[in-house]
């Protein structure tokens, strides 16, 4: 990446789940630069947070990132590498995943 194209923050988001949509909170951190006019990720931390489904990796029930210079998907405790090909397939993989994972907990089948 060159000079010109400097690395900005493009999205932090949290949002807190009331209980009856399954509790928890969503986390959302997108890093990225412009480049020839389209903007470009090169960073991303994607989390859902929910203690009371899993204690452990401070309530990370579910996440993805790209940190350590590989991408790689976290699921309580667990991680795995994951076949990057694009931050939008990450980030619709993530969005199906953690509503799964709600379903689930509340006994609704997606």
Known sequence: MSKQNKEILLEQERFELKSKSGGGLLRYEVWGAVEGGKTV?????????NHAIYQGDNGRVLGFDNAHNYHHRHYMGEI???????????????QQEWLEIVNQTRGIKP
Request: hydrophobic share 45%; aromatic share 20%.
């Open 41 to 49: 990720v090169t960073r991303y931390n994607l989390a859902y947070i």
């Open 80 to 94: 795995e590498v994951v076949e990057f090909i694009s931050y939008e397939a990450i980030q619709e993989r993530f």
